[in-house]
């Protein structure tokens, strides 16, 4: 099964989680890059009420044509228990190119299940598979359980 594992990282716990998995399944990967600079405390305030307002943002072309791939597992931080702007672009724009979809999220405490159902949506497909990190649980190296079991349910 041919794999594409696209994410946004600001702070790089998902782009921890992103390559983890990539290594777990000899995937493909690639960052969503957000066009906005999204640095500082202001940016920071900014993007989270973008992401309560589902709004979305312009991003870079993406180096892979998801339509070539199998499974797309999609990965995104939880800002204000919703998806980021980046990521909301993303499956704005490429939600007809999906064939199936898993999904993950890394967040502070909460927000994961939400999150799902708003990616689901703008996907149109239902998700083989989720699975939230806490970013206590990344910093601290805790989460292979979870991986272990979102791996198997991919296949």
């Not at 946004?8 to 493909?28: P, Q």
């Not at 943002?57 to 990965?75: C, E, H, Q, R, S």
């Not at 979809?101 to 890394?106: E, I, L």
């Not at 998700?127 to 649980?137: G, H, K």
Request: proline share 3%; aromatic share 10%; no cysteine.
């Amino acid at each position: 099964m041919k794999t594409l594992i696209v994410y946004y990282s600001l702070t790089g716990k998902a782009k921890t989680i992103a390559e983890v998995i990539a290594k777990n399944l000899t995937a493909d990967i690639e960052a969503i890059q957000d066009q906005k600079d999204r640095r500082g405390i202001w940016s920071k305030i900014v993007a989270g009420f973008e992401s309560m307002q589902k709004k979305s943002t312009t991003i870079a072309a993406a180096k892979f044509n998801p339509n070539d791939y199998d499974l797309v597992i999609i990965g995104t931080p939880v800002w204000v228990s919703g998806m980021t702007p980046a990521v909301r672009a993303w499956l704005t724009q490429y939600a007809n190119s999906l064939k199936r979809v898993a999904f993950f999220a890394t967040m502070g405490g909460s927000g994961d299940i939400k999150t799902f159902k708003e990616m689901e949506a703008l996907a149109n497909k239902k998700p083989i598979a989720t699975v939230a990190f806490t970013d206590r649980n990344i910093v601290k190296n805790n989460y292979q359980q979870q991986l272990d079991s979102f791996l198997a349910a991919l296949k």
